[in-house]
């Protein structure tokens, strides 16, 4: 992984980790994972709480290494490339994966309602909770 180059562009920043800011984003996987699981939301805000769960757990990657993806434009397609390289090939098809459901949540924020269909949002929770295992995270 070449933390340099994303530094050099000024995509991520170095910071201070310690186990509270990891225990907090792991917190706010599980929250996400279990809101996007009530029923009574339709499917598009359910499909956008677990890409933020999506989003968070590739934050915490970049977090457990010491570093944080830099406000700007386009940094969630970056979290998304920074993790991928951090974590390597075993997790490129979830991290491509969650880089299509980037563009749906866009969709669904920005744009339209009834994108997002009830099996969009079990497949995504499915794909966020087997990229939290491999993570190292249960």
Same mark, same amino acid.
């Given at each position: 992984?070449?933390?340099?180059?994303w530094?050099?562009?000024?995509?991520?920043?170095?910071?201070? @980790?310690?186990? =509270?800011?990891?225990?907090d984003? &792991?917190?706010? #996987?599980?929250?996400?994972?279990?809101d996007?699981? %009530? *029923?009574?939301?339709?499917?598009?805000?359910?499909?956008?709480?677990?890409?933020?769960?999506?989003?968070?757990?590739?934050?915490? @990657?970049?977090r =457990?290494?010491?570093y944080?993806? &830099?406000?700007? #434009?386009g940094?969630?397609r970056?979290?998304?490339? %920074? *993790?991928?390289?951090?974590?390597?090939?075993?997790?490129?098809?979830?991290?491509?994966?969650?880089?299509?459901?980037r563009?749906?949540?866009?969709?669904?924020?920005?744009?339209?309602?009834?994108?997002?269909?009830?099996?969009?949002?079990?497949?995504?929770?499915?794909?966020v909770?087997?990229?939290?295992s491999?993570?190292?995270?249960s």
């Amino acid at each position: 992984m070449n933390w340099k180059h994303w530094l050099d562009k000024g995509d991520i920043q170095k910071v201070h @980790v310690n186990r =509270k800011s990891l225990a907090d984003l &792991a917190n706010l #996987v599980d929250r996400d994972l279990n809101d996007a699981q %009530v *029923a009574s939301l339709s499917a598009d805000r359910r499909f956008a709480i677990a890409y933020n769960a999506a989003l968070n757990l590739a934050n915490y @990657v970049i977090r =457990k290494n010491g570093y944080r993806v &830099a406000a700007k #434009v386009g940094h969630h397609r970056v979290t998304f490339l %920074v *993790a991928g390289e951090a974590l390597g090939k075993a997790t490129k098809s979830h991290l491509d994966y969650f880089d299509l459901c980037r563009r749906k949540r866009n969709k669904v924020d920005y744009d339209l309602a009834g994108v997002a269909t009830d099996k969009d949002v079990a497949d995504l929770i499915k794909q966020v909770m087997d990229f939290k295992s491999k993570c190292g995270l249960s």
